[in-house]
């Protein structure tokens, strides 16, 4: 099946740095998301992007659907960007989604 | 519009009980879906259906039966607990196959 591999699997910052999160797969895909897991548990839509580049807020996302991989910036990071992000993917040939194995972020006040 | 809602939020299990996790969305999605989430791992497929009538298994449907018998409604079985259940579930929706996925608050099992 497809691999799903996010990077780096951890990360600490201080409150205020920028960041940047990767998702490689390996194979065509047509769909994909970006997730936060809040320390609560929830997981909280913040990107659908299959392919190009959105933005929200202090957050944005590229997708380079031909060279398989998806970049997650968070920019001026806060406390509450804290929790473990994930990304996930539906092959183009496929009905559900593979998660990666999530990106555990830490921010320091 | 209260979207994917998943009960019971918590649930204890002896080992060898069996139980139903309901998953209920009101956003006429025809696809719904069943993960697992265990500790410092992302989630896996159990089950997902792609309309009413319709199921299908995923990445890990041993122990686990599903049926969809609505559109709003797409329950999980635990036929007979084992502790290897211990995790949390969460269930999904989306109106089709190429559309954004919503997910519920998640259920917290623990089988002993």
């Known amino acids: 099946g497809i691999q799903v591999e996010q990077s780096p699997p951890d990360l600490i910052l201080q409150e205020g740095a920028n960041s940047t999160l990767r998702c490689n797969f390996s194979d065509s895909v047509n769909n994909l998301q970006w997730f936060h897991q809040n320390p609560w548990g929830q997981l909280i839509n913040l990107f659908y992007i299959p392919s190009g580049t959105k933005q929200n807020g202090r957050l944005s996302a590229t997708t380079v659907a031909t060279e398989r991989y998806s970049l997650l910036y968070i920019s001026s990071s806060q406390t509450t960007d804290s929790g473990v992000y994930f990304c996930?993917?539906?092959?183009?040939?496929?009905?559900?989604?593979?998660f990666g194995g999530g990106t555990r972020l830490m921010v320091k006040p | 519009n209260a979207g994917v809602t998943q009960t019971p939020k918590f649930q204890v299990l002896k080992t060898g009980q069996s139980m139903t996790l309901q998953c209920a969305q009101d956003m006429n999605h025809e696809y719904m879906s069943w993960y697992r989430q265990d500790p410092g791992m992302g989630l896996r497929l159990i089950h997902y259906?792609?309309?009413?009538?319709?199921?299908d298994q995923g990445e890990v449907p041993n122990g686990y039966n599903v049926s969809r018998s609505t559109t709003e409604d797409f329950p999980l079985r635990l036929l007979s607990a084992a502790p290897s259940q211990t995790s949390v579930y969460f269930c999904a929706s989306r109106m089709n196959r190429g559309s954004e996925a919503f997910f519920g608050q998640g259920t917290r099992l623990t089988v002993v």
């Open positions: 259906s792609v309309g009413a009538g319709i199921t």
């Open positions: 996930a993917v539906r092959l183009n040939a496929g009905n559900m989604l593979t």
